[in-house]
């Protein structure tokens, strides 16, 4: 079973730590660092919220910190070096059940699909999954949300990731682009802009959206350490104030307009690039309407966990989640 490992003493030193926002006596606005599982327009919202200036709208001078991976994003958030952790809430879970006291709470939930695909040698208008029987495909860490939603997937179609395929989970988290030009693999999966690289490249071809497989799946959410939380309530709050806004703005505005605006975060994607991916995430209703965190996606969730083998014992809902923040975000 998949396990977030983390040094004794730096988890020892992690839960002694009070996590605190820090106010700027220069600029006056409460420092935060967030650190997020990846730096992709899937997360278009957040960026919007960032280069519109609704953080600093809220009183908050943000960090944002590219985790590369829900697994050290955790680490960061329990050693005290990020104040709000931006990943799959399976991370959450893990750490909850592994019997952490300051574990992670999620106060607000972004995208509501996958935002991943599965990408060929070739254009394949006649794909069905079960192509996939017999072939290679490089996936993701076991125990991620993109690697069990992959799974879900084949086995919603009848398809055994285990015996079926050859799944290769030895490449690192964001280079699997890059290995698929090279190595042997029928299929990669793959997030945005390497999707769309690969493509443009002529080194593959996006041919399903695990986010349409998968149906509705709660992928990323925020979440901050249960003392955080206690502690600075207000910033918590201020915070989601300024997602809900970069959610209101991806959801009214057209796909150049977003493209335009993030831009500034993706300076090595052409313009038309970037409008072609938002509009591959806006066809199939990526992000939500709100950041309510819903008890019925969190048990899809636990679903999900315990069809991967990774999760034993169901978790309180109660006690990971809190929608109070989204709700007064809405007022």
Excluded at 54 to 70: P, S
Aim: net charge negative.
């Amino acid at each position: 079973m998949y396990q977030l490992r983390l040094l004794a003493g730096t988890i020892a030193a992690a839960l002694a730590l009070t996590a605190c926002g820090r106010t700027g006596a220069d600029s006056g606005l409460t420092k935060v660092t967030l650190n997020e599982v990846a730096h992709s327009v899937f997360y278009a919202p957040q960026y919007a919220a960032i280069e519109l200036g609704y953080f600093r709208d809220e009183g908050l001078n943000l960090t944002l910190v590219n985790g590369g991976g829900a697994d050290k994003v955790m680490t960061a958030l329990i050693s005290g070096d990020a104040d709000i952790g931006f990943m799959g809430s399976e991370a959450s879970i893990y750490t909850y059940a592994n019997g952490a006291e300051d574990y992670a709470v999620n106060f607000a939930q972004l995208t509501q699909r996958a935002g991943n695909f599965l990408v060929g040698r070739k254009a394949d208008p006649d794909f069905t999954w079960e192509k996939l029987r017999g072939a290679k495909v490089l996936g993701g860490r076991a125990g991620g949300m993109p690697q069990m939603v992959f799974e879900y997937i084949l086995k919603k179609h009848g398809i055994d990731p285990e015996t079926d395929l050859t799944i290769d989970q030895s490449i690192s988290f964001g280079l699997t682009a890059a290995a698929f030009t090279s190595d042997d693999s029928d299929y990669t999966v793959e997030f945005e802009p390497y999707a769309t690289s690969l493509e443009l490249e002529g080194n593959g071809t996006v041919v399903a959206s695990l986010g349409t497989e998968s149906g509705y799946v709660p992928y990323t959410a925020y979440c901050a350490r249960k003392s955080y939380i206690a502690a600075h309530p207000d910033v918590v709050q201020e915070f989601t104030n300024a997602i809900q806004k970069g959610l209101e703005y991806v959801n009214t505005h057209s796909s150049e307009e977003i493209a335009r605006t993030i831009q500034p975060q993706f300076p090595e994607t052409p313009l038309e690039n970037l409008i072609n991916i938002i509009e591959r995430y806006q066809s199939q209703d990526t992000w939500k309407n709100d950041t309510i965190f819903e008890e019925s996606s969190f048990d899809l969730l636990q679903n999900i966990l315990e069809e991967a083998g990774e999760l034993k014992n169901r978790v309180p809902y109660d006690d990971l989640v809190t929608t109070e923040y989204s709700e007064a975000a809405l007022r």
